[in-house]
């Protein structure tokens, strides 16, 4: 028997809807890539949106079809994003970050017919231009009078594109299993594999991120994402922040810890989300500057491990309630969220720190488990290690054009490439990259434990460990270090700060200094990198 309830397909673009009836004057304010703070509301927005989704019906533009955005978080990026959902296309986010080889790759692999791009990007447009071969319009996200200058075929502003469009056009209806959203992952090995979003995914992972055990979305709350729209859907930010109605506030390409701390300060945000190189950045201006962020209750962190200093130094010095967060694009992003439960939250502060540092416990909607070696799931003990398989709504089956199919069992687990325990509590902690682990003697030294506290030395910037070959151990640990401007540290005591804090064997064989650490374009310590540069590395204890 068949339930008696209405089929509402859940489609994005009913959210941008919803926010414009029910909380049409919330404001959405964008530091603009042309530099003044522009104000807008989710009402001008919707119609906005319903102008994109016209113009680019005028264009040929139908379901099914990939548009491309290379865009910082703006109004005008949301607005395509809705416009392009709208009848049924696609929206591609491009990663600016990429090399431009990987984004000509990802942008012919997608099929692109129209890319959207910021003025920053007008003189990368144009070099990759010739390469794109299947965009067929260039639209500007800017207006008529700053347009650049550029040598881009059919170059329209938005403004301009957008003019002639029909405000109150009719949204497509289709079903919810339609394809809404491309997100390439960054592809440390091979080529780049694309992460096909439907909008029912979409959807219930936006009413996910929303709970209060998650990012805890009010309409009250005052929500700034930093993470890039072309990072994992922002977190699912464009949708769940317009879905629950809070004000949007949206930081343009200034990312830097002054214009990060103006516009959380002059717009009242009360919640935000980054990675952790940006936090590193905010902190050290909060610091140099005495100032503070008084209507600040929590901040997301994620994409890389929070260390623990960090998440100290928001919630002691600036009584911010730190969430950290793991997730990955094939999962729209979120996979786990560090809120308290009812067995830590009354625990000591640092007991309470211990629970923060994992990477969280999953919502509804992601079952995980952790195997071993030879596939065989390991016991939730908070101790024994295993690769981390994932299932749910709003994670990938597949990838774009079948690729990589080894990442996905006929039982439909998502295979993470993340090595993690996960404890009798439900909370996860993520202890390497699968490719990361260091194999030491036979066991596994986890690498990003060891970062973490090495980051909470008081002279220390950024800090990586990899493996080198060892004649004795196979491999074994060097520690990387970057100094904070003006600070110094011995290699003796960073060992001497490590010991008692890891086990013995874990110790690193030998420190080195650096003046940077490479990151990938999501952010992250680029580690084949490092292993490029250091894998002849000789450590001091390779003669023994
Ligand atoms: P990329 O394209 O760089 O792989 P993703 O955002 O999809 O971008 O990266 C997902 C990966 O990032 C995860 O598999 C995990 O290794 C890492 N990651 C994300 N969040 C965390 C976290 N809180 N702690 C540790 N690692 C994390």
Redesign the pocket.
């Known amino acids: 028997m068949l339930g008696l309830m209405q089929d509402w397909p859940l489609l994005v673009h009913k959210i941008i809807d919803h926010a414009a009836t029910y909380h049409g004057t919330r404001e959405v304010v964008t530091r603009s890539v042309e530099g003044p703070i522009v104000r807008s509301n989710y009402a001008q927005i919707a119609r906005r949106s319903r102008k994109v989704a016209s113009a680019l019906e005028g264009l040929g533009i139908a379901l099914g079809d990939r548009v491309a955005t290379m865009a910082w978080n703006t109004q005008r990026h949301i607005e395509t994003w809705y416009g392009i959902t709208g009848i049924g296309a696609v929206y591609h986010t491009l990663n600016p970050r990429l090399f431009p080889d990987q984004i000509v790759y990802i942008a012919n692999h997608a099929e692109d017919r129209v890319l959207f791009f910021d003025i920053t990007f007008a003189k990368l447009v144009e070099e990759l231009a010739p390469r794109l071969k299947t965009v067929k319009h260039y639209i500007c996200l800017t207006d008529a009078a700053n347009l650049p200058k550029a040598n881009i075929p059919g170059l329209v502003a938005y403004e301009d594109f957008i003019a002639d469009g029909d405000e109150s056009f009719a949204w497509k209806e289709f079903d919810e299993h339609t394809a809404c959203g491309l997100c390439y ?4 090995t091979g080529n780049p594999k694309g992460v096909l979003y439907s909008h029912r995914s979409n959807v219930l992972h936006a009413f996910v991120a929303a709970q209060a055990d998650a990012m805890g979305l009010r309409a009250v709350d005052s929500v700034m994402p930093i993470v890039p729209m072309f ?2 859907n922002a977190w699912a930010l464009a949708f769940s922040a317009p879905m629950v109605g809070c004000k949007l506030v949206l930081p343009g390409p200034k990312l830097d810890g002054d214009s990060v701390c103006e516009m959380l300060t002059n717009e009242g945000v009360t919640m935000t989300a980054a990675v952790p190189t940006v936090w590193l950045a905010l902190l050290q201006y909060l610091e140099k500057t005495g100032k503070t962020l008084p209507k600040m209750s929590r901040v997301i ?6 260390p623990r200093s960090m998440i100290e130094a928001f919630e002691k010095q600036y009584g911010i309630t730190v969430i ?7 999962m729209s ?1 979120l996979g786990t969220l560090g809120t308290m439960k009812p067995n830590n939250i009354d625990l000591p502060y640092e007991q309470q720190l211990d629970y923060k540092c994992r ?1 969280g416990h999953p919502p509804f909607g992601v079952e995980m488990k952790i195997v071993g070696d030879d596939d065989r799931e390991q016991p939730r003990d908070g101790h024994a290690f295993g690769r981390l398989k994932v299932r749910g709504p709003a994670v990938a089956k597949a990838y774009f054009r079948g690729e990589g199919a080894g990442s996905f069992d006929e039982d439909g687990w998502f295979d ?3 090595v993690a325990t996960l404890d009798p509590d439900g909370y996860m902690t ?1 202890t390497d ?1 699968a490719k990361d682990v260091i194999k030491s003697g036979g066991e596994w030294i986890s690498t ?1 434990e060891i970062e973490n506290i090495a980051v909470g030395h008081p002279s220390v910037a950024e800090a990586a460990v990899i493996g080198v070959a060892h004649p004795k151990w196979d491999e074994r640990p060097l520690l990387i270090i970057v100094l904070k401007a003006g600070k110094s540290a011995t290699r003796e005591e960073l060992l001497t700060y490590l010991t008692g804090k890891i086990a013995k064997w874990w110790m690193p064989d030998d420190v080195v200094f650096v003046d940077e650490i490479p990151h ?3 952010g ?1 310590i680029q580690k084949t990198a490092l292993r490029e540069r250091f894998g002849k590395y000789r450590l001091p204890t390779a003669a023994a």
């Open positions: 992952t960054s592809g440390t990072h994992a962190i994620g994409g890389s491990a929070a950290h967060a793991w997730g990955m694009t094939e992003p990477q993470t490439g993340d993520i990259r990003i990938t374009a999501t992250k």
